[in-house]
């Protein structure tokens, strides 16, 4: 027995050995940041905003590949198909570590916990529910009023079955009792218009997807999807005001491989951290309508993976939402 166990042991010595050697002189080639989304996306500019400066930090080129497919399936298949050295790395949001896991039947092909190590979480943002501008109603609070005054009346449109858009109303409905008829959409670039055109009454969206229809007097923006007021949009109450407990930010986060070593992990949240100095990054990211983390470590990563994980599957269970 005693003989079985040391050669389990040093089995596992022979393949830490490279990644520990290895992980003294990281970085010293190309680090590859996979994104599971199509280019020009939120997540995509925030990992091609910080990338740019974690390079400069880091010494080495991060270099952005777009993966889509399979909901991230397809760009989280090839991230854990590579050694966790480090030089392989995967933007992920509360859809990869959440929601697909809650709500997918069939399950999808990875732990979200155990197949990977968090790095940083980068980014948090609220989106924001606006009504179209014939909606009478000037106020979260109205909206909430007039929804219980015309049940199934009201229609909402969504980026997707699943989507954080679509979870922020059937949270809202469920906390208060409210019956609004859910229009899913392919992305914002759908609905957003489908809202302005009076296609449908409500939608949730970013600040950015919206503000230029505000500023035309064709939506009018009620309430972020956060716990607290975002700081890019003061003057917007959070949703927490009607409905106390509901808070579904925008995220993106920063993961390697399971088994990375924390040398790297330091080095990269370092780099990270760094980067989120610059006026560039900064700029970048409220263009977009972002805001940096405020703790941006692995372990406010892991922390949030797990609420999240709790707090969507939760939902997910109550609403009965089946994703394809």
């Not at 179209?132 to 109603?137: H, I, L, Q």
Request: charged share 15%; hydrophobic share 45%.
């Amino acid at each position: 027995m005693f003989k079985t166990i040391y050669r389990l042991c040093f089995s596992g010595l022979l393949v830490l050995a490279p990644l520990i050697a290895d992980a003294q002189t990281y970085p010293n080639r190309t680090i590859r940041m996979l994104v599971p989304y199509a280019a020009g996306g939120q997540p995509d500019i925030v990992a091609r905003v910080v990338s740019k400066q974690m390079s400069v930090a880091l010494g080495q080129p991060v270099v952005i590949e777009n993966v889509t497919g399979g909901s991230g399936i397809t760009a989280i298949t090839q991230l854990l198909a590579q050694r966790p050295d480090g030089y392989t790395l995967i933007a992920l949001d509360a859809g990869h570590w959440a929601i697909n896991p809650a709500g997918r039947a069939a399950g999808v092909p990875y732990d979200p916990v155990k197949s990977f190590t968090p790095v940083s979480l980068v980014t948090t943002s609220s989106l924001f529910i606006a009504v179209n501008e014939a909606v009478p109603a000037k106020t979260i609070g109205e909206l909430v009023s007039l929804v219980k005054q015309k049940p199934g009346v009201l229609n909402y449109g969504s980026s997707g079955v699943g989507s954080v858009h679509h979870l922020t109303i059937e949270a809202l409905k469920q906390a208060l009792g409210l019956d609004i008829v859910h229009v899913p959409y392919r992305g914002t670039g759908q609905s957003v218009p489908a809202a302005v055109a009076g296609q449908v009454q409500l939608v949730v969206a970013s600040l950015s997807g919206l503000s230029q229809f505000e500023k035309a007097g064709k939506v009018r923006i009620l309430a972020a999807n956060t716990s607290e007021r975002s700081s890019l949009a003061p003057e917007i109450p959070a949703i927490t005001e009607v409905a106390p407990g509901l808070d579904f930010p925008g995220q993106v986060g920063f993961l390697g491989a399971a088994g990375m070593p924390q040398e790297v992990v330091d080095k990269l949240g370092a780099a990270i951290e760094e980067a989120m100095k610059s006026p560039e990054v900064l700029a970048g990211l409220k263009a977009t309508g972002v805001e940096p983390a405020p703790i941006r470590n692995a372990a406010a990563l892991a922390k949030r993976i797990q609420d999240d994980r709790q707090r969507y599957s939760s939902l997910i269970k109550a609403t009965g939402i089946k994703l394809e």
